[in-house]
Nanobody, 126 residues
Framework: QVQVVESGGGLVQAGGSLRLSCAAS????????MAWFRQSPGKEREFVAT????????LYADSVKGRFTISRDNAKNTLFLQMNSLKPEDTAVYYC???????????????????WGQGMTVTVSS
């Protein structure tokens, strides 16, 4: 049974930092592209960032580029999202997701993720 479990969310002031983690089990982690999505109140879920199986290729939404960094540790089956210079508009429920495939940079998907975590709240106060 595949499980992805997020941790590390919470309350932070604008300009601050948070590091999210996602532990995956029940799958061969290095065969999967991993991604972060988020959903703000009253809005649809949106893509944040994705990383390929090896960690060598990444892709970011324009809204977080230069502030967020996605990374992974395949030895520990764990995905990370380092969030710096946080803004109130980053407030959302953040989700970790997995999609099987060893994609190159040009192929990294923003859609079609199959396995999802339960979500974790990040609140940025002004």
């Amino acid at each position: 049974q595949v499980q992805v479990v997020e941790s590390g969310g919470g309350l932070v002031q604008a300009g601050g930092s948070l590091r999210l983690s996602c532990a995956a089990s029940g799958l061969t982690f290095n065969r999967y592209a991993m991604a972060w999505f988020r959903q703000s109140p009253g809005k649809e879920r949106e893509f944040v960032a994705t990383i390929n199986w090896s960690g060598e290729s990444t892709l970011y939404a324009d809204s977080v580029k230069g502030r967020f960094t996605i990374s992974r540790d395949n030895a520990k089956n764990t995905l990370f999202l380092q969030m710096n210079s946080l803004k109130p508009e980053d407030t959302a429920v953040y989700y970790c997701a997995a999609r099987e495939g060893r994609y190159s940079t040009a192929q990294l998907p923003r859609l079609g993720y199959v396995f999802w975590g339960q979500g974790m709240t990040v609140t940025v106060s002004s």
